[in-house]
């Protein structure tokens, strides 16, 4: 017997501007993972689920305002295009929008855990509403800004999975990796030269005594983590009092 072939974590992406993608994520490791079937990538164009003779997608919002809103028909009919074979959507279905839940690590490592991703990319003012209560429809933000479109936030997310699948980076964890586990900011590197422009590496790093070195990080990235995020840092306390460090 057999084994059936193992779909790749699959990333659907919804969007009126497809000429976005892969974009970045075609070129470094992202790119060669693509190549090398790691994960794959399907662009769907929400102007081919339009069933009008101008291929209209939006119209104007209800109660008036300036802008036009994403119609819910076509983004339903394009949910449905995104159904791959048995009908089923490559994992949740995240609407990029600053309206919703701040992407984090922990959000980011489950979703390379699971099978893949149907990501709604938005334009003009947004969506329907009750298209994205409908379909069940996560919304996520990257960042309390606001873009053209949600595009580069969908960008930003396949970044952080697509580089912790399994195979992309070789196995290591990236310090910046370990120290987001343990809920804190990164310390200080450096490299060669050890003396530039009169700017001298810390002492200790030249030292070799490598608990010590384990030891000095360790504060630097505590420090630097009370300092500038008092929220992550209030968190990270919080643990350790549970004994989860
Ligand atoms: C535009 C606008 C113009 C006039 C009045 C109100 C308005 N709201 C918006 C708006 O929020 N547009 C969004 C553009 C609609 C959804 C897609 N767009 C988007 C996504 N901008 N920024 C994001 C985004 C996504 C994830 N993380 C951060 C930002």
Redo the contacts with the bound molecule.
């Keep these: 017997m057999g084994e059936a072939a193992r779909s790749p974590w699959t990333a659907r992406v919804l969007t009126l501007f497809p000429e976005m993608f892969p974009g970045f994520l075609g070129l470094s490791l992202a790119g060669k993972a693509l190549e090398n079937g790691i994960w794959a990538l399907d662009v769907l164009d929400i102007r081919d689920f339009a069933r009008d003779k101008h291929r209209s997608v939006d119209d104007a919002p209800f109660g008036g ?3 036009m809103v994403m119609r819910p028909d076509v983004l339903d009919a394009a949910l449905e295009g995104a159904r791959g074979q048995g009908g089923q959507l490559a994992g949740p279905v995240v ?6 839940r701040l ?1 984090d690590q922990a959000r980011v490592r489950d979703l390379a855990a699971g099978p893949g991703i149907t990501l709604l ?7 329907d509403q009750r298209v994205l209560e409908a379909h069940e429809v996560a919304e ?11 595009e580069p ?1 969908a960008l930003a997310l396949l970044d952080a999975v697509v580089r912790i699948l399994p195979g992309v980076m070789g196995n290591e964890a990236s310090p910046a990796e370990e120290s987001f586990e343990r809920g804190l900011l990164e310390y200080p590197h450096y490299t060669r030269p050890a003396d530039w422009c009169g700017r001298l590496v810390p002492e200790v790093l030249l030292s070799g005594h490598h608990d010590k070195i384990r030891r000095w990080r360790r504060t630097q990235a505590e420090q630097v983590t009370r300092e500038r995020r008092p929220d992550l840092w209030a968190r990270h306390s919080r643990a350790q009092d549970e004994g989860e460090g």
């Design positions: 305002g300036a802008g609407y990029l929008s600053p309206r919703g992407l990319c938005g334009r003009y003012e947004g969506v996520v933000s990257i960042g309390d800004y606001v873009l053209s479109g949600g936030a």
